[in-house]
């Protein structure tokens, strides 16, 4: 057993508590509240990136210092003493990593700022993914940094530019605003000037301080040139330009009089501000070419995170980036501080396996932990889609499950009626394929435009080296990239070695198909070709495999950005027929899951991955649970939603328009009433309240049309329909007394509140019951109705959610009856969610063993409610418990009524295998309860199963023996 004060043994978490540490959230306040997340039953935290990031950072993915913790999240000892806090309640702490790419521009990389001196030159140049050599001449052993506001020569007009001497340190850099860019030092001669004619104003011609000046002058012009990368240049370089800045930096502090003639120097060249001028000729000699920002798309040519420019992608699979990158890392792995990783955005990476298996390596064979690693990748599955089960993992960071409980919590049979009532109240049908497909070529066409371009060169190259298919042009394999990537069906194949998979040929296959038929080339053989060299299959002996495979490998990392952004960033945006299944790693063409369908998911994870994380909710979430679980109720009574919206869009008609005359699209309209049903306030809002909801309606509102790109986007902002979209949000939602709307509104979304509160419960018990981790996402213990980033990332009153917990424990030990008829009676306040998670997570750590390698068995309901009723059963040995939930409620509601009545249950029964126990006790309500004999097997009575509670978890009784608060 563990001990208080000893960091856990155990490899799999029992459960997990995700923390957003940031300025808001310091170590010192998430250790403040380890005694709450340690009685709520959380096993292990699990916390955002905590390593140095960008200034003002709120999610920590933007990291510049790898070796560093954020100094605004805390230094190490307030890292050790939240490392001290978990550690007295036998917790341990999950970290969330980030091995695919960098924070930069800004002024604080110093592995990003030592290239931009160096260019090919730097010691860190081979940690970054960039194209010393593009297409584009005139940025060979250049890096374009899109980071101008405006043109470049408007810039420098602006006088935007400025040069400057850091006189202590001896170095020169020009900045844009906060953005720093260092100068080649074999170019500070051009500032020196040695031999500069107002020099002797400061000193005779035979002062030696002016001799040492120009002899230090010349020896900076004779450092190597960036663009040589030799070896010996570059160590020769990296060592003689310190010492040089050194000297130089002496200099200056000796003698004041250098310093200003530097400064009068700097001050020519920033005042010549023209094309012709200094400022622009000594740009012209860096290692970098500073660009409008919009250029990024086209000519960026180093790897970013997305299209993200300030995110510069790393080469994790070079041993020395891995070293440099995880030293921290891993040595607070090696002091247990750490019990696991979560490994973000792992199909950026250029061999997510062989990441995998390095870590895995790292942590078995050199004795870093006394027990495995508990290892989990952020990856999204397509529903056809299979992670291989020998990746060296525990699992995936749990979106899948996610939707497969959103789906089960909706009524799949109202599929044609929902999709009838979009396509009419839009006035036009929508495909999502077609949806997506259109995204992803947008996409490809100007975000990341630039990286297949480097892709069709390198594969430009190795058709050259065939008679059989060098005459495919540049364009021509370029617009078949274009068109395979657009039809990909998955993020990414995993092909890493002269061996690809059935499903890796399976998903290249399908692709180049639907690639040909999209595609209106005049030479279609062009796609055969493409699938030869992505099979690794490529006929010319002149084409060294390892050439192929070195493209294939690239090809992997372009596909997944472009599926993300055209299909989570893009796609969810513009298809609103339920709402509730636009969420990360699901698929909105899945109209819901049956109940042998969540069963299958189950049975499936027990035999392939039993420790993978279950999520909810996450940072990423476009909307957090208990949203998805209100909006899902619109499932159930299809008929008045449609009534509704139609009578909705009546009473608002006047409210579309602006001054200008533009309105809103239908479609961003009926985003907006299913966004309202998932937020709508469950207490009446005073004045203050209303005005802060429709601020966040309205934000969310204008993100979401951007992220749709129909008619603004975050390229090219169009403030008049934005504009349009605020205005028609507040005048929706205007003091509920002038406004017939919110009236009719506030109405319906009343009478359907109860059956998306229940959706919430039950699928809150789901989660913490499946076969897996559960992880909790910070305030989710409670009601949380949360949308996309940043409305989903704020901080929480942990104070106020331990008052609630202390106030349930005490009620508990007094009267627990008397508590579960409040929480039932108060159920809008969400303490009734926090009751299921705490009494959950308590039986969860007293049963470890039956939820970590327990089977998990379906279980069949019988009556005229059977189809609402959600059953399976946890076994380990002796050990049985049995899970159950409603489902589909809306109907068995009665008008104004907050309880779903017991007694809807009369003749409804669940039917249990012969070998299951006779009597249990409910987890809950305390209840005693026997299943009686009935056909040869064994029944229980879903009437008296819901008779106190709404929800049930039944076990075993004499095998929980711990008394719980």
């Given at each position: ?778 305030g989710n213990e409670l009601w949380q109705f949360a949308l996309v980033d940043p409305d989903n990332r704020k901080p929480v009153d942990f104070a106020c959610h331990a008052q609630l917990l202390n106030e349930l424990e005490k009620q508990m030990l007094n009267n627990r009856q008397a508590l579960l008829t409040e929480l039932l009676d108060t ?139």
């Open positions: 057993m563990n001990h208080p004060g000893d960091p856990p043994p155990m490899a799999i978490p029992v459960s997990t508590y995700r923390l957003q540490l940031n300025k808001h959230c310091r170590f010192s306040r998430a250790a403040d509240y380890t005694d709450y997340l340690h009685r709520l039953g959380i096993s292990h935290c699990y916390a955002s990136p905590y390593l140095k990031a960008r200034p003002g950072s709120t999610h920590g993915y933007d990291i510049v210092d790898h070796n560093a913790l954020n100094p605004e999240i805390g230094d190490d000892a307030d890292f050790n003493h939240f490392i001290s806090r978990l550690r007295r309640f036998g917790m341990g702490l999950i970290c969330d990593i980030v091995p695919n790419h960098m924070g930069v521009m800004g002024a604080d990389n110093a592995w990003w700022l030592d290239v931009l001196e160096n260019g090919p030159a730097s010691c860190y140049a081979p940690f970054f993914d960039i194209d010393w050599h593009p297409v584009k001449k005139q940025l060979n052993n250049k890096i374009l940094i899109p980071i101008l506001g405006d043109q470049y020569g408007n810039i420098l007009e602006k006088r935007q530019l400025k040069l400057v001497f850091s006189a202590e340190r001896g170095e020169f850099s020009v900045y844009y605003f906060q953005h720093r860019f260092p100068l080649d030092p074999q170019t500070y001669s051009f500032i020196l000037s040695s031999q500069h004619q107002q020099l002797l104003n400061f000193f005779d011609t035979d002062d030696p301080v002016l001799l040492e000046y120009q002899t230090l002058d010349n020896s900076f012009s004779k450092l190597s040139p960036h663009s040589e990368v030799s070896m010996e240049a570059t160590d020769e370089r990296n060592r003689d330009k310190e010492v040089f800045k050194n000297q130089l930096a002496r200099l200056c502090a000796d003698h004041p009089s250098l310093i200003q003639f530097i400064k009068l120097r700097m001050a020519d060249i920033n005042r010549e501000i023209s094309d012709r001028g200094q400022l622009h000729a000594l740009l012209e000699q860096q290692a970098y070419r500073l660009a409008y920002w919009h250029v990024a798309g086209d000519e960026i040519n180093y790897r970013r995170f997305f299209d993200i420019n300030d995110l510069a992608g790393l080469r994790i699979e070079d041993d020395a980036v891995f070293e440099a990158s995880h030293r921290l890392i891993l040595r607070l792995i090696a002091e247990r501080k750490i019990q696991g990783l979560r490994i973000d955005h792992a199909d950026g990476l250029y061999d997510p396996v062989a990441y995998y298996r390095r870590l895995n390596d790292i942590n078995t064979t050199s004795g870093l932990t006394a027990s495995p690693l508990y290892v989990i990748a952020e990856k999204i599955v397509a529903n056809y889609e299979y992670l291989d089960s020998d990746w060296p993992i525990h699992g995936t960071t749990g979106y899948e499950f996610a939707a497969i409980v959103t789906g089960v919590m909706l009524d799949g049979a109202a599929e044609k009626a929902m999709t009838r009532i979009y396509s009419d109240f839009i006035g036009r049908h929508q495909d999502f394929d077609e949806i997506v497909y259109q995204a992803k070529k947008y996409v490809i066409t100007t975000l990341l435009a630039g990286e297949l371009t480097v892709l069709a060169n390198q594969l430009s190259r190795i058709a050259e080296t065939s008679s059989k298919t060098r005459d495919y042009t540049l364009n021509a394999l370029r617009d078949a990239l274009s068109e395979t990537v657009a039809c990909f069906p998955v993020y990414r194949t995993y092909i890493n070695s002269y061996t690809v998979r059935k499903e890796d040929a399976q998903y290249i296959a399908w692709s180049i198909e639907q690639a040909k038929q999209r595609s209106r080339a005049a030479d279609k053989t062009v796609f055969d070709f493409i699938r030869a060299v992505l099979m690794l299959q490529a006929a010319s002996s002149n084409v060294p495999r390892d050439a192929l495979l070195k493209f294939v490998m690239k090809f992997q990392q372009y596909t997944a950005p472009v599926m993300a952004k055209g299909s989570e960033d893009t796609a969810l945006y513009e298809y609103h027929r339920l709402i509730s299944l636009n969420e990360v790693g699901a698929d909105p063409r899945h109209f819901g899951y049956s109940v042998n369908a969540f069963h299958h998911f189950n049975q499936e994870r027990v035999k392939k991955w039993p420790h993978s994380l279950l999520c909810l909710s996450s940072h990423d979430s476009k909307r957090s649970a208990d949203v998805r679980a209100r909006i899902n109720v619109l499932s159930e009574m299809p008929q008045q939603w449609r009534a509704a919206v139609y009578r909705w869009r009546d009473l608002n008609r006047e409210r579309k328009k602006n001054s200008a005359q533009m309105i809103i699209s239908r479609n961003d309209e009926y985003l907006f009433y299913q966004t309202l049903i998932g937020t709508w306030p469950l207490r009446t809002p005073n004045e203050t309240a209303l005005n802060d909801y429709r601020e966040r309606i309205a934000n969310y509102m204008i993100k979401a049309v951007r992220e749709a790109k129909q008619y603004s986007s975050w390229l090219n902002p169009n403030e008049d329909y934005e504009q349009a979209i605020r205005r028609f949000t507040d005048r929706c939602l205007e003091a509920p007394g002038n406004t017939s709307f919110f009236q009719d509104f506030s109405e319906f979304e009343r009478r359907i509140r109860p059956a998306g509160l229940y959706n919430a419960l039950a699928q809150t018990l789901l989660h913490l019951t499946s076969p897996g981790v559960p992880d909790i996402y910070q159920i809008e306040d969400g303490r009734i969610k926090l009751f299921v998670v705490m009494q959950t997570l308590a039986y969860r750590n007293r049963q470890a063993a039956l939820f970590r390698d327990g089977d998990y068995l379906k279980i069949e309901s019988q009556g005229s409610l059977a189809d609402h009723l959600l059953a399976f059963a946890r076994k380990n040995g002796d050990c049985y418990c049995l899970i159950v939930v409603p489902r589909l409620t809306l109907s068995l509601l009665a008008p104004d009524s907050l309880r779903l009545p017991a007694a809807v249950w009369r003749d409804t029964w669940l039917l249990l295998p012969p070998e299951a126990p006779v009597h249990y006790q409910e987890l809950f309500c305390r209840k005693e309860l026997q299943a009686e004999a009935w056909q040869g097997k064994l029944r229980l009575s879903a009437e008296q199963l819901f008779q106190d509670f709404p929800v049930a978890v039944l076990t075993s009784p004499g095998l929980d023996q711990q008394t719980e608060t």
